[in-house]
């Protein structure tokens, strides 16, 4: 059961993070620069390469951090651990409620000008795999100050698991993080063109908003139930 119970934190954790949306605004972005003065195979490169960037860096930030827990705390935190962590996601869930978007008619993000510009400047010069795969790294690295809380507590949970799970929940993880990038890809390559995507984000940015709200709050709750009351 507890094993159950660590997995579904991890689960749940993938699925909030994956609700962000720098990752697939990016990738629009790239799109956008690449379409039009790129040849189609070189596009699909740059694009997958985009992708494994982000698969990437979720992978090595979530090991990372579980180290990290590892080394300082030699044990998954314990409770007062975790009712910090309960803390900062409700804390999260409420900024993400009310100042995630911007106001106006847009999926504009609160994110510091100069990294929204860099990553605008980075997607219009990507001309290589390597480039791509560094704006998925750059990415997901400006996505941390959302995301962070859910991957210390996914981290703190892997470190539950049995040895021969970890490497398999690391992977699962970082799949589910990145499935919104796949599937924007693969919508694109049915032939939906990023105009319409772009205004169906616009006209849904509101339900995003609420639902990644939501999930850092579920997320909360699922750590007071089953990891610090034990229930």
């Not at 790239?30 to 189609?40: A, C, D, F």
């Not at 860096?57 to 705390?73: G, K, P, Q, R, Y």
């Not at 509101?206 to 709200?213: A, L, S």
Request: charged content about 15%; overall charge positive; glycine content about 6%.
């Amino acid at each position: 059961m507890k094993e159950i119970i660590d997995i579904l934190v991890i689960l749940l954790a993938a699925i909030t993070s994956a609700s962000l949306q720098l990752g697939t605004g990016t990738l629009l972005m790239l799109y956008h620069e690449s379409l039009g003065r790129k040849i189609p195979q070189k596009t699909r490169r740059i694009t997958w390469g985009y992708i494994f960037g982000a698969f990437l860096f979720s992978t090595l930030v979530l090991a990372t951090t579980a180290l990290i827990i590892l080394v300082c705390n030699g044990n998954p935190l314990g409770e007062n651990g975790l009712i910090v962590l309960v803390s900062l996601a409700i804390v999260v869930a409420l900024l993400v409620l009310l100042f995630y978007y911007r106001k106006g008619r847009n999926t504009m993000l609160w994110v510091p000008d100069w990294i929204a510009k860099y990553l605008k400047k980075r997607a219009a010069k990507a001309d290589s795999s390597a480039e791509a795969v560094a704006l998925g790294i750059m990415t997901a690295f400006g996505e941390l100050p959302f995301a962070v809380v859910l991957t210390i507590i996914a981290a703190n949970s892997l470190l539950s698991l049995p040895r021969t799970l970890i490497i398999i929940a690391l992977a699962g993880y970082a799949m589910i993080v990145i499935m919104p990038l796949i599937i924007t890809k693969m919508v694109i390559k049915n032939g939906k063109n990023l105009v319409a995507i772009q205004k169906w984000r616009i006209e849904n940015k509101m339900f995003f908003r609420v639902f990644t709200g939501v999930c850092y709050l579920v997320m909360a709750a699922f750590l007071v139930a089953f990891k610090i009351m034990g229930v």
